[in-house]
């Protein structure tokens, strides 16, 4: 009776138009959340076939947006064959996570993406913004940001890894600009600036980033179309050949090739000076081009040119006059020459020796003058204007004093010194004769050197010529016979005993004019025999010629 | 026949219901414990990690083993009812004791629950929770039951004999207890009976009574020995004496145990049919949607 009463209440219950509350009587639990909607008892054959559980049929006729990638073979499901429910089990609650899976382990290859590189960093809800984590398309700008603006297509992989947005594997050689020499040390964002653009929404970062990099519809045809032109116009081309529409920077200009390579803007290696209107021989050939192109001024800012010219100012090409030397050179001469050009006296081979034959100076050049260096006569002094330079003209030549120091201060007054001396050579005096002074020579005061007799008084002091004393032969000579010859304070004439042919022997000496006369035995006896030699207290060996004794004894011991 | 050997005879009875019910425990707690061993690791679980867990495939309600013992559960509690049928179809009083229908339904009425226990993982909700508490508070009962019913004179699970018998067996232990103990009769004078009880005071006295028992018989033997008695006589007595209190205390606790008896009977069943009805709902739901099968 108590079972069928309890029967009756229990059917009578069921039978009942039951809350999604009172449903959970028959539920083995709540569904979860995403299901809210088909709880109640008359939803269960929404999801349960009668007879055979939970088929995917049923859960596919709600979720559309899976059956239809399931039925393309697309994404992580197409190849479940094990039933939804083996998965995404529900009546576990309201808060159950239907969609689970081990973040750190699921295998996002099995969705039909790969994440590699920083796409394996990232959050999950980084590229899944809803709930549904099905069907993110694959394109990178379903996610990204497209930095470039649409410059460079959508397919981002061409030049961009997962790996990194940066480094690039772009080659650049697949550019219509290829990169060679100094361009390929250049940095990116050297030619390729950073411009503004219209704000896009960046639904990644959530941040409106109005700047992109100019990447495509770069003018590069001519240099110019990047770079500077540091030449400020000195080469620009004929009008027809220029073309505004790809010059941002400067005026046209003859293309940069001509003188200029890629591998470096100095030097200069494709410019030949030959071309010029200026040729480079001799010495120009070594001068540094700035030597000649000089800077103007320093009115360019530089930090504006992408060279390495390096400097302020511009640097002159052209126009540049060069028709004549001190259109380059400072006349060194000051003006000493008017009228004249360099190349008279110099050459482009080095400003020198100069060329100049002073034979048609009015000064010729002749003997010892010849090798005497310029500045011997032409001295350096002030030849205006503060300038210092090698005087030229006029230079007084018509003494020899008027370059020549007097040697002789002045012994010889204000005779001309061709009287003794020629231009062959200073010493030699060719043209000296000394039989025209009043002492001329004789015996062996011809061979006696010059400076015998002619010397300075003292060290230091010009050669002694005029007056010379030559009266007596002491006036040269020193008395060699410790002054045995004396006779009342004054000397005996040497020429007494000796002769200018030379000193020994005395020549000139007659023993019987002496007061011993030699006789006998003593005609042959050496003179030493009888004079004896001496030393004098001064430390001088002389020989004693008198007083002698004439004492036999005083010899014969 | 003496009343030692008396006793002895009701030793060996109760011996043999001390195996069946030792028995019952072992082969319950052995089927709990092994399937806890095997499970453990899964029904430790939160509802969301169970979904994860390897043996989800296998231990879920709805899968292999879980359905398997759902299955095995409720075919145990359904055969437990033939207990019920045997007691009133006369024809099936000749298939075996009933004391021995009683132990089978006592013992399937422990692991049919067990089982379903483990069905459910140790998660219910909704309607079928109400089947799974009815289940348990019917075997709760069960068990109480068969306290209360083993203490009634004449039960299936009694001493088999009549309040009279009970009484006349007394008497012949107070006659032999005089005589192995005169020395100390003080110690095992028998309760004076406290005369007429409410059913719910007689089931207080008798928890009290069981619960005291022990250490009143260690008293008593502890007593005795310092009385002078020998060990053996001592034991002897102690166990005469128990047996004569619990005579005592059964025929004076018999009416009114048997008034508790109906009033629990009059309770165990209702959770029976609510078990069982909600239970062929829960079942025929599963069956309807396609859960039948291992």
Redesign the interface.
């Known amino acids: 009776m108590?079972?069928a009463i309890?029967?009756v209440l229990?059917l009578q219950f069921?039978a009942a138009d039951v809350t999604p509350a009172a449903a959970?009587?028959?539920?083995?639990?709540q569904l979860a959340q995403p299901h809210v909607d088909v709880e109640g008892m008359s939803n269960?054959t929404k999801c349960?076939?009668?007879?055979?559980?939970v088929q995917p049929e049923r859960c596919l006729a709600c979720h559309e947006t899976l059956a239809a990638r399931v039925a393309s073979g697309q994404g992580y499901h197409k190849d479940k064959t094990t039933g939804c429910v083996t998965c995404h089990?529900d009546h576990?609650?309201r808060d159950?996570?239907m969609v689970?899976w081990d973040r750190d382990t699921f295998d996002h290859a099995e969705a039909g993406y790969r994440l590699e590189g920083k796409h394996a960093e990232a959050r999950c809800d980084q590229c899944h913004k809803t709930a549904s984590y099905i069907g993110l398309p694959t394109d990178c700008a379903s996610c990204h940001l497209d930095e470039h603006r649409g410059q460079l297509g959508p397919t981002c992989a061409d030049c961009h890894t997962p790996a990194a947005w940066k480094p690039v594997t772009f080659e650049h050689s697949r550019a219509r600009f290829a990169l060679v020499g100094k361009h390929t040390r250049v940095e990116c964002a050297g030619c390729h600036v950073t411009e503004t653009a219209m704000a896009v929404m960046d639904s990644s970062r959530g941040a409106a980033d109005s700047s992109f990099v100019r990447y495509r519809d770069i003018p590069f045809a001519a240099c110019t179309d990047c770079h500077q032109d540091i030449h400020r116009g000195q080469f620009s081309g004929p009008p027809e050949t220029r073309n505004q529409t790809q010059n941002r920077n400067a005026a046209p200009v003859t293309d940069c090739t001509t003188c200029h390579v890629e591998t470096g803007w100095k030097p200069a290696a494709g410019f030949d000076h030959t071309r010029a209107r200026f040729q480079l021989t001799g010495g120009h050939t070594r001068v540094l081009c700035d030597a000649c192109h000089r800077r103007d001024d320093a009115s360019v800012d530089t930090t504006t040119i992408n060279t390495t010219s390096g400097g302020a100012g511009m640097q002159r090409f052209r126009p540049l006059a060069f028709g004549r030397c001190t259109d380059c050179h400072a006349d060194s001469h000051r003006g000493q020459f008017p009228g004249r050009d360099c190349t008279d006296c110099h050459t482009d081979a080095a400003w020198k020796p100069a060329r100049l034959d002073h034979d048609t100076s009015r000064f010729t050049l002749q003997g010892r003058h010849e090798p005497v260096p310029c500045d011997k006569c032409h001295h350096q002094e002030e030849l205006g204007a503060g300038v210092v330079g090698a005087r030229f003209r006029p230079v007084p030549f018509a003494a020899c004093a008027d370059c020549h120091a007097d040697v002789h201060a002045g012994q010889f007054g204000v005779q001309d010194c061709g009287a003794c001396h020629t231009v062959a050579g200073w010493k030699a005096a060719a043209d000296f004769d000394h039989e025209r002074s009043r002492f001329p020579l004789r015996g062996r005061h011809v061979q006696t050197a010059c400076d015998k007799c002619h010397a300075g008084v003292a060290e230091g002091t010009p050669t002694r010529f005029r007056p010379l004393p030559h009266e007596r032969c002491d006036d040269c000579h020193a008395d060699s016979h410790d002054a045995q010859f004396v006779v009342q304070g004054r000397a005996t004439d040497c020429a007494v005993c000796h002769q200018d042919s030379d000193w020994k022997p005395a020549s000139a000496f007659d023993h019987d004019r002496a007061s011993y006369h030699l006789e006998g035995a003593h005609t042959a006896v050496a003179c030493a025999g009888c004079h004896p030699a001496y030393t004098t207290p001064a430390g001088e060996q002389r020989r004693r010629y008198r007083p002698l004794s004439t004492d036999c004894a005083a010899c014969h011991r | 026949m003496g009343i030692l050997q008396n006793i002895s005879m009701r030793k060996g009875a109760a011996l043999k219901d001390r195996i069946i019910t030792t028995l019952t425990i072992a082969v319950t707690v052995t089927v709990g414990a092994a399937l806890w061993y095997r499970g453990s690791g899964y029904y430790l679980l939160s509802v969301e990690q169970r979904v994860d867990a390897p043996l989800h495939a296998l231990l879920a309600p709805a899968h292999p083993v879980g359905h398997l013992l759902g299955w095995l559960g409720l075919g145990l509690m359904t055969v437990m009812l033939l207990y019920s049928v045997r007691k009133r179809v006369r024809w099936m009083r000749r298939l075996g004791s009933l004391r021995h229908w009683l132990s089978s339904h006592i013992l399937m009425g422990l692991l049919g629950p067990l089982l379903i226990t483990f069905h459910s993982a140790f998660k219910v909700s909704g309607l079928v929770s109400i089947a799974y508490w009815s289940m348990i508070v019917t075997m709760v009962s069960g068990i109480f039951g068969r306290y209360i019913y083993v203490q009634i004179p004449n039960s299936v699970l009694g001493d088999g004999q009549s309040p009279a018998a009970l009484a006349e067996e007394a008497r012949s232990i107070e006659v032999e207890l005089e005589r192995s103990v005169s020395s100390a009769s003080d110690l095992v004078a028998a309760p004076r009976p406290d005369g007429a009880r409410g059913g719910w005071q007689a089931l207080l006295v008798l928890l009290a009574d069981d619960l005291k028992r022990p250490w009143r018989r260690l008293r008593l033997a502890l007593a005795l020995r310092r009385a002078g008695l020998p060990r053996g006589e001592a034991r002897a007595a102690v166990r005469l004496v128990q047996r004569r209190d619990l005579i005592l205390r059964r025929i004076d606790l018999s009416a009114s145990l048997s008034e508790v008896f109906r009033y629990w009977h009059a309770l165990h069943k209702p959770f029976v049919y609510i078990m069982f009805l909600i239970a062929a709902v829960h079942v025929g739901v599963a069956l309807l949607f396609g859960y039948a099968g291992l």
């Open positions: 108590t079972a309890l029967l229990l069921l959970q009587l028959l539920s083995p639990g269960c349960h076939v009668l007879g055979s559980q089990t576990l609650g159950y996570q689970r």
